[in-house]
């Protein structure tokens, strides 16, 4: 069963944002769901180079599993 983990991205001058992106670069077997600004997260991952897609959150699908880069 695939479950939904929500992870906070936290103050976003902080490490926060750098190690909720460090996860995006993982398979996870649930699903992560990101507290954050979704342009915060964007502009860090570029300042990063790291190629990261943000989706919208949408509590109407079913929970699937964190692929390498989502």
């Known amino acids: 069963m695939v479950k939904r983990l929500v992870v906070t991205a936290g103050e976003p001058a902080g490490i926060g944002p750098d190690l909720v992106l460090a996860l995006s670069k993982e398979h996870w077997p649930h699903q992560l ?13 570029e300042q990063l180079g790291i ?19 989502h």
């Open 33 to 45: 769901v990101v507290c954050a600004d979704k342009k915060m997260l964007a502009q860090r991952a």
């Open 51 to 69: 190629n990261v897609t943000l989706l919208d959150y949408d509590a109407s699908t079913a929970p699937s599993p964190n692929k390498r880069g």
